[in-house]
């Protein structure tokens, strides 16, 4: 069974840093794309960032671009997200998933990043 | 990388149909096959109802069923049920490793 769990959300201070972290289990790590996608309280979805299965590719929402950096231990069966020079807005329920537009489709519980002085 | 256009509510009464709109471009919605929507209930993760523009993933009713026309993609819920109020939310590939949601609908069932 494909499982991803988030964890390190929490509050934060604008302008400080925070790392998240997604535990995969029951599939072949590095076979597949992973992306992290939030929600901010009371909004929509929002694609944040995709890695590649190899690591070899990242991309990122315009939101967060220069601020939010993506990666992945295969070894440590995890996928990361470091976000640095947070601001309110991106205060949110972080999610990982797998996103392929197909029937091959997992998300996580979710971890809440909070950002206020 | 701008949101998908979906009605922000839409309501239905039991056994009624409703369809969901979803609005985008040439770069996702119209130019791609990967369209998908979600199912979201209060404090839940999004499950996937639709796939491919109009695939159901097994254990989905077929009372769900989706279609798109050029940049807008639709979901059409039959036979309303209460448990279909929830919030839904079609999402799009749109090129580059990138994705793009709808804002989402919030369906009420009177």
Known sequence: EVQLVESGGGLVQPGGSLRLSCAASGFTFSDYAMNWVRQAPGKGLEWVSFISGTAGSTFYADSVKGRFTISRDISKNTLYL????????????????ILTGTVTDYWGQGTLVTVSS | QSALTQPRSMSGSPGQSV??????????????KYVSWYQQ???KAPKLMIYDVSERPSGVPDRFSGSKSANTASLTISGLQAED???????????????VFG????????
């Open chain 2, 85 to 99: 109020e929830a919030d839904y939310y079609c999402y799009s590939y749109a090129g580059s490793h990138t994705w």
């Open chain 2, 19 to 32: 369809t969901i709109s979803c609005t985008g471009t040439s770069s996702d919605v119209g130019g791609y």
């Open chain 1, 82 to 97: 470091q976000m640095t020079s947070l601001r309110a807005g991106d205060t949110a329920v972080y999610y990982c998933a």
């Open chain 2, 41 to 43: 209930h209060p404090g």
């Open chain 2, 103 to 110: 804002g989402g609908t919030k369906l009420t069932v009177l």
